[in-house]
């Protein structure tokens, strides 16, 4: 599918679904995403009833349990507006997960048509919003870390790139095995912690010796890994969603 | 065994995997090159995995053979008078045999010497193939697939005219699936390993060298 | 046979182990990396992929049929075909040949399904004598351990101790840790084996339904030694090898070596399609292929996980994959490891053996990028991981069910639960937002090696409300 089938024209309002992790954990970075959205003249719909996806279950083997939790997400949104993902995990689960799960039941065409308006956040600024954006900040090195999902399932990578690229003073240094996953893998890290360890630990030695000292993902799941490591070893990396990087470097206000 | 075949059978038609009909085959466009060009890239393809191509005209290929012979120190070479170009070997070496062998008979009579007293044996080609620098060979009863696999130095000869562009291309225009030899061989490149820490070494079990001689008409 | 088990612990040891981490991180860094300049046109890479994937599919749609016509043409060419159901039945073929010939040695060419058969324990016990001749499975069995790559069997070992091993036991050839010298030994010390073999056992990478052709990929030579230079030659190959065209040779070879080493072409492709005829010089003068089904006409009765049978072994999977880059090949305890090992072994031994398996992936996808057949490995085992705690078996798939035990499923139906009533949520959320001050200080495991992830002081729901942007 060309980009050009697979987007559609600038709406005038848009779903933001903000995932179980930002909503508890990182707020910022949703409250950042939706901001980048509204600044570009775009209404900003979020639905209170949303909580998860339900990708842990799923990934877990607990289909039911899956199953039950994406209905109630399907409902959350019933308008035939876009809606727009601040994670490609969460939104690889709803595109091409959620038509897997619902294969053969009765919502099976309700899901098919849910998944067909989900966008990764980078993707629906790059893609949708043409977005154009005016660095602010002082220069700075980044490093980026794209999580599976976003690179594989979604293929959203160079979406991430575009956009830093946009900034003016940011230089994006790159890692040894940048496409190599960090390790996490939802219940992965609980059930096999040692390997889950030894992969965290090989992703922040490869991101720390780019020598930057700011780490970007437009993955929470990844960041509290890797930059949760990274902490623990004290090193001076510091983590952050690509919204709320994006938001801080051109936001006036934030200046 | 009988009944395992039909268990085996049964059971993969009973589950008759209701797939849907594959009847698509994507293109896969394949590579095309000029005569010239075949004879570059099989070349350089060849020497990349450390075989030997030497491009010779048809009337000249006598004379580096020997020159190889004895810039190599072959003591013997094996060849085949009953081929297209046994004769011209068998008077290579004047009255003299010098370093000439032949094996007659089936290996049952002969594996012993072509395990222990050959040097070098010299097969012609079937064909080649450019894009992936491979030779072609279809042994028969005149150069038997031993022949190019046992002794340390395996000599091919090899027409330019005989260089496809693809294993596809040479596949399909001599319509391999209506007659295949007992034994069909590509070979690209002298026999190598890398088994130990990922470092290429030749010669493991077949041939350590390979030497191609392509004749180029005169 | 294979005691999986006990895969937590062997991955455990396997990660405290710095040789073996650095060798698996070297070698599949340079795989990776030569299999990368192998494909510098990515469009001919997607097309092959999508042709490779269309060959598979359409034999395995075919399969019964084909294998009808393969041991059709393979019985006009004189190769004699048998069939085992289990290993068991494939290991009894294999001897009754040995024995009708009174052999007593078999030397082999590297062939993975007899690994999964055991053969060499099973002729062994029978007074007959085993030889790898495959340089890394030679030096496997002169160290008596399993191969760690389908490819690269002898890849956790360095040359230090290949060259240790040698002298252990040639004690008469001198000591080097140079890599010719230690082929050249092994060279000289199997030459006279092949001399003498009475018989010889292969492999099968792709068996040709059209033509009755066994289709064999190799480097070394050994392949064409053990099926040319016997007398007799066995061919061993699960039923799932067959594929329809000779027409279907091409994009599959073009494939396989450029995935698995990034090679452009192995050295020998051989390709057999009958005994020696009469008048020709040299051959067996026998001929079998051993078609062994050992659970695979199970895995072929569903329909997502028939997938799983697409495999062309080239080890691409393994070389990519994360997980195992860093416990290589011995953690997983079966004959094939790594990501396809983890779909393929657990449907033939059971989700109650190696249902820890599927498990051992973090779905990052770079498997099912490689894969020249595009299996979607993620998507099975995901599949696989439904099946090990799924309650309402079809029982297809062995040992379903068998991991759900303990709290789990209690912990997810309460997850489910709760997330699947909004206000609950809200209510918890916010709740844990106003007193994150309780929030433990250390997660397990999770805080082993990580700082513990702190709840914010408002939960997204609350700021989003705060900020303007609505419910609808």
Same mark, same amino acid.
């Given at each position: 599918?060309?980009?050009?089938?697979?987007?559609?024209?600038?709406?005038?309002?848009?779903?933001?679904?903000?995932?179980?992790?930002?909503?508890?954990?990182?707020?910022?970075?949703?409250?950042?995403?939706?901001?980048?959205? %509204?600044?570009?003249?775009?209404?900003?719909?979020?639905?209170?009833?949303?909580?998860?996806?339900?990708?842990?279950?799923?990934?877990?083997?607990?289909?039911?349990?899956?199953?039950?939790?994406? #209905?109630?997400?399907?409902?959350?949104?019933?308008?035939?507006?876009?809606?727009?993902?601040?994670?490609?995990?969460?939104?690889? #689960? #709803?595109?091409?997960?959620?038509?897997?799960?619902?294969?053969?039941?009765?919502?099976?065409?309700?899901?098919?048509?849910?998944?067909?308006?989900?966008?990764?956040?980078?993707?629906?600024?790059?893609?949708?919003?043409?977005?154009?954006?005016?660095?602010?900040?002082?220069?700075?090195?980044?490093?980026?870390?794209?999580?599976?999902?976003?690179?594989?399932?979604?293929?959203?990578?160079?979406?991430? %790139?575009?956009?830093?690229?946009?900034?003016?003073?940011?230089?994006?240094?790159?890692?040894?095995?940048?496409?190599?996953?960090?390790?996490?893998?939802?219940?992965?890290?609980?059930?096999?912690?040692?390997?889950?360890?030894?992969?965290?630990?090989?992703?922040?030695?490869?991101?720390?010796?780019?020598?930057?000292?700011?780490?970007?993902?437009?993955?929470?799941?990844?960041?509290?890994?890797?930059?949760?490591?990274?902490?623990?070893?004290?090193?001076?990396?510091?983590?952050?969603?690509?919204?709320?990087?994006?938001?801080?470097?051109?936001?006036?206000?934030?200046? | 065994?009988?009944?395992?075949?039909?268990?085996?059978?049964?059971?993969?038609?009973?589950?008759?995997p209701?797939l849907p009909e594959t009847a698509e085959q994507t293109p896969v466009p394949l590579a095309r090159w000029s005569p010239a060009q075949r004879i570059e890239r099989f070349s350089q393809r060849m020497e990349s995995v450390r075989a030997?191509v030497?491009?010779?005209?048809?009337?000249?290929?006598?004379?580096?053979?020997?020159?190889?012979?004895?810039?190599?120190?072959?003591?013997?070479?094996?060849?085949? +008078? +009953?081929?297209?170009?046994?004769?011209?070997?068998?008077?290579?070496?004047?009255?003299?045999?010098?370093?000439?062998?032949?094996?007659?008979?089936?290996?049952?009579?002969?594996?012993?010497?072509?395990?222990?007293?050959?040097?070098?044996?010299?097969t012609s080609t079937h064909a080649a193939i450019a894009e992936t620098g491979t030779l072609v060979l279809w042994p028969d009863?005149?150069e038997?697939r031993?022949?190019s696999l046992?002794?340390?130095?395996h000599?091919a000869l090899l027409k330019a005219e005989r260089i496809f562009d693809t294993f596809a291309d040479l596949v399909a225009r001599e319509q391999w699936q209506n007659g295949l030899p007992t034994n069909a061989l590509l070979i690209s490149g002298p026999s190598k390993s890398a088994?130990?820490?990922?470092?290429l070494?030749?010669?493991?079990?077949g041939p350590?060298?390979l030497?191609v001689?392509v004749?180029?008409?005169? | 046979?294979? !005691?999986?088990?006990?895969?937590? @612990?062997?991955?455990?040891?396997?990660?405290?182990?710095?040789?073996?981490?650095?060798?698996?991180? !070297?070698?599949?860094?340079?795989l990776m990396?030569k299999r990368k300049a192998s494909f510098p046109d990515q469009d001919e890479l997607r097309r092959l992929r999508l042709r490779a994937a269309e060959i598979r599919a359409n034999a395995l749609l075919k399969l019964p049929e084909l294998l009808e016509r393969l041991e059709q043409r393979c019985?006009e060419n004189?190769i004699?075909v048998?069939?085992?159901?289990?290993?068991?039945?494939?290991?009894?073929?294999?001897?009754?040949?040995? !024995?009708?010939?009174?052999?007593?040695?078999?030397?082999?060419g590297k062939s993975m399904v007899?690994?999964?058969?055991?053969?060499?324990?099973?002729?062994?016990?029978? @007074?007959?004598?085993?030889?790898?001749?495959d340089?890394?499975?030679?030096?496997?069995?002169?160290? @008596?351990?399993?191969?760690?790559?389908i490819v690269a069997?002898?890849?956790?070992?360095?040359?230090? !101790?290949?060259?240790?091993?040698?002298?252990?036991?040639?004690?008469?050839?001198?000591?080097?840790?140079?890599?010719?010298?230690?082929?050249?030994?092994?060279?000289?010390?199997?030459?006279?084996?092949?001399?003498?073999?009475?018989?010889? *056992?292969s492999g099968v990478n792709f068996a040709v339904a059209e033509t009755g052709t066994i289709c064999l990929v190799e480097n070394e030579g050994n392949g064409r030694m053990c099926t040319t230079?016997?007398?007799?030659h066995?061919a061993v190959t699960g039923i799932e090898k067959v594929v329809e065209h000779l027409a279907d040779i091409p994009p599959l070879l073009s494939l396989l070596p450029r995935s698995a080493t990034g090679q452009h072409i192995t050295t020998y492709f051989n390709m057999i399609s009958s005994?020696?005829?009469?008048?020709?010089?040299?051959g067996?003068?026998?001929v079998?292929l051993?078609l062994?089904?050992?659970?695979r006409?199970?895995?072929?009765?569903?329909?997502?996980?028939i997938q799983t049978l697409r495999c062309i072994r080239c080890g691409a999977c393994m070389n990519h994959?994360?997980?195992?880059?860093?416990?290589?090949?011995?953690?997983?305890?079966?004959?094939?490891?790594?990501?396809i090992?983890?779909?393929?072994?657990?449907?033939?031994?059971?989700?109650?053996?190696? @249902?820890?398996?599927?498990?051992?992936?973090?779905?990052?996808?770079?498997c099912a990028e490689v894969c020249p057949v595009k299996i979607p490995i993620?998507?099975?085992?995901?599949?696989?991981?439904?099946?090990?705690?799924?309650?309402?078996?079809?029982? *297809?798939?062995?040992?379903?069910?068998?991991?759900?035990?303990?709290?789990?499923?209690?912990?997810?139906?309460?997850?489910?639960?709760?997330?699947?009533?909004?206000?609950?949520?809200?209510?918890?959320?916010?709740?844990?937002?106003?007193?994150?001050?309780?929030?433990?200080?250390?997660?397990?495991?999770?805080?082993?090696?990580?700082?513990?992830?702190?709840?914010?002081?408002?939960?997204?729901?609350?700021?989003?409300?705060?900020?303007?942007?609505?419910?609808?």
């Open positions: 599918m060309s980009p050009s089938d697979r987007y559609p024209e600038r709406p005038q309002r848009v779903y933001f679904f903000g995932t179980c992790l930002i909503d508890l954990l990182y707020p910022e970075a949703g409250l950042a995403g939706m901001q980048l959205i %509204r600044r570009e003249g775009v209404e900003v719909l979020y639905p209170r009833d949303q909580t998860c996806c339900g990708q842990p279950a799923w990934n877990s083997g607990y289909r039911d349990e899956a199953r039950s939790v994406a #209905m109630r997400q399907i409902g959350c949104f019933p308008q035939p507006y876009p809606i727009v993902v601040p994670s490609g995990s969460c939104a690889g #689960m #709803m595109r091409h997960q959620y038509p897997r799960l619902f294969q053969g039941s009765p919502e099976q065409e309700t899901a098919l048509a849910f998944a067909a308006r989900i966008f990764e956040l980078t993707e629906f600024l790059v893609h949708v919003l043409k977005i154009d954006l005016q660095d602010l900040g002082a220069p700075v090195e980044v490093a980026l870390h794209v999580s599976c999902a976003a690179r594989r399932e979604l293929q959203v990578a160079d979406e991430h %790139r575009v956009l830093l690229q946009q900034l003016e003073g940011v230089t994006l240094l790159e890692q040894q095995r940048a496409e190599e996953c960090c390790g996490f893998g939802g219940t992965f890290a609980v059930k096999h912690p040692e390997i889950s360890a030894a992969m965290v630990e090989e992703k922040c030695n490869a991101v720390v010796a780019t020598g930057a000292t700011r780490l970007v993902s437009g993955d929470c799941g990844c960041l509290m890994n890797i930059n949760g490591h990274a902490q623990h070893r004290n090193e001076a990396l510091q983590g952050q969603h690509i919204a709320s990087f994006l938001w801080e470097r051109t936001n006036a206000a934030e200046r | 065994m009988n009944d395992a075949r039909s268990n085996i059978l049964k059971r993969l038609k009973e589950a008759g209701g030997e030497h491009i010779v005209p048809d009337n000249g290929w006598i004379d580096l053979l020997k020159e190889l012979v004895s810039e190599k120190g072959i003591g013997t070479l094996l060849y085949s +008078p +009953p081929t297209e170009y046994g004769s011209a070997i068998g008077a290579a070496w004047g009255t003299s045999d010098g370093p000439l062998r032949t094996l007659t008979g089936e290996i049952e009579e002969w594996q012993e010497q072509l395990f222990s007293d050959i040097d070098a044996a010299l009863s005149a038997p031993t022949f046992v002794p340390p130095i000599i088994d130990i820490e990922q470092t070494a030749y010669g493991v079990h350590v060298e030497i001689l004749l180029t008409e005169a | 046979m294979q !005691q999986s088990v006990e895969f937590r @612990g062997r991955s455990r040891e396997a990660l405290g182990n710095e040789q073996i981490r650095s060798n698996f991180r !070297q070698a599949m860094d340079g990396s019985h004189g004699q048998h069939w085992a159901e289990s290993t068991a039945e494939a290991n009894a073929i294999v001897l009754g040949i040995m !024995q009708r010939h009174d052999a007593r040695l078999l030397i082999k007899s690994e999964e058969m055991e053969l060499n324990h099973y002729l062994e016990a029978h @007074g007959i004598e085993c030889l790898e001749s340089l890394g499975e030679y030096i496997l069995q002169l160290a @008596g351990e399993p191969p760690s790559h069997p002898a890849i956790h070992k360095s040359r230090q !101790q290949i060259a240790q091993l040698f002298r252990q036991k040639f004690p008469d050839i001198p000591y080097s840790e140079d890599v010719d010298t230690l082929t050249r030994s092994a060279r000289t010390i199997l030459r006279r084996k092949f001399n003498q073999a009475p018989v010889g *056992l230079v016997p007398p007799v066995i005994p020696r005829k009469p008048g020709e010089r040299d067996p003068q026998e079998h051993v062994l089904d050992n659970g006409s199970r895995i072929y009765q569903d329909q997502e996980l994959c994360p997980v195992y880059a860093r416990i290589g090949g011995h953690a997983y305890g079966t004959t094939i490891p790594g990501p090992g983890s779909i393929l072994e657990p449907q033939k031994a059971g989700l109650d053996r190696l @249902g820890d398996l599927p498990t051992a992936s973090t779905l990052c996808g770079a993620p998507d099975l085992l995901n599949r696989l991981r439904f099946e090990r705690v799924r309650s309402d078996g079809d029982n *297809l798939t062995p040992g379903q069910g068998s991991q759900r035990h303990g709290w789990e499923p209690t912990v997810w139906r309460a997850w489910s639960w709760l997330h699947a009533h909004p206000l609950v949520y809200r209510l918890g959320t916010r709740i844990a937002s106003r007193l994150r001050w309780l929030q433990p200080r250390r997660l397990g495991n999770w805080s082993r090696v990580r700082s513990t992830p702190r709840v914010a002081s408002r939960t997204l729901h609350e700021l989003a409300a705060k900020n303007g942007f609505n419910d609808e």
